[in-house]
């Protein structure tokens, strides 16, 4: 699909709209479309999503986190794997995660189980972030208690004394979570609050294939 094709008329934004008819079967190929709409239409952080947890004593939390991957293996993201959401995950590993992009009137959601990207995986984007981030990941001790500012800026110092212009590698507790989707639901803001939503579910135990409904907006 070309990014125009669902759209009415192009450049009004009031038409735009999502049929049945365009979705393809499996909903990352409607995602990446969507998402490369989002990039082109110069959305700041189009990789900006909602993720929301809960951990065993059922008290949900939600955060902004980037996405750093999307393909048919699920949606990756990386963050410190002993703040509030890596103990929440550890515990409950499922998540809901959505996206917004206000200018197109498009949110996607989607829930799922959520597996740790791998070692190399985690790795090989950790060696990708610029050093400041690479020593900040070094050095907060994300979601604990800071006495000050203060104590952040030495353990940055400490951190960077320590790798002084050597390779930084990746922390022990940082790194990568995939979910892997068991639904995504697309939803098109239309007139009148008539909106158009369509939701992927998994159809079938083998989880191969996807069932696509129409949701009342
Ligand atoms: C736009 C935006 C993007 C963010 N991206 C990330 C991210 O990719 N990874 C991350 O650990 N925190 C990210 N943060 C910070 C998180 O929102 C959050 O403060 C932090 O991960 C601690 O969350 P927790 O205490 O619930 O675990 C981002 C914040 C914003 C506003």
């Not at 022990?172 to 939803?187: K, N, Q, S, T």
């Not at 008539?194 to 939701?199: E, P």
Request: a neutral charge; hydrophobic letters at 40%; glycine letters at 6%.
């Amino acid at each position: 699909m070309s990014g125009n094709e669902g759209m009415a008329s192009q450049g009004s934004h009031a038409h735009r709209e999502l049929r049945r008819a365009d979705l393809p079967p499996d909903p990352i190929d409607q995602f990446l479309r969507w998402f490369d709409d989002a990039g082109a239409a110069g959305i700041a952080l189009p990789n900006a999503m909602a993720l929301a947890t809960t951990g065993a004593d059922g008290q949900p939390s939600v955060r902004h986190v980037l996405l750093r991957a999307a393909d048919r293996r699920g949606f990756v993201f990386y963050t410190n794997r002993e703040s509030r959401k890596g103990r929440q995950l550890d515990e409950n590993p499922r998540a809901a995660i959505v996206f917004l992009w206000k200018v197109l009137d498009r949110q996607v959601c989607v829930t799922g189980d959520v597996r740790r990207v791998d070692d190399e995986e985690s790795d090989a984007y950790f060696a990708t972030r610029p050093r400041e981030a690479q020593i900040g990941a070094w050095a907060s001790a994300q979601s604990s208690v800071l006495r000050d500012r203060h104590e952040l800026e030495e353990r940055v110092a400490q951190a960077a004394a320590r790798f002084l212009d050597a390779p930084i590698p990746r922390p022990p507790h940082w790194g990568g979570y995939r979910l892997i989707p068991d639904a995504v639901e697309f939803w098109q803001g239309r007139v009148f609050r008539l909106h158009d939503r369509f939701r992927y579910t998994r159809d079938d135990a083998e989880r191969t294939g996807w069932r696509v409904e129409r949701l009342s907006p």
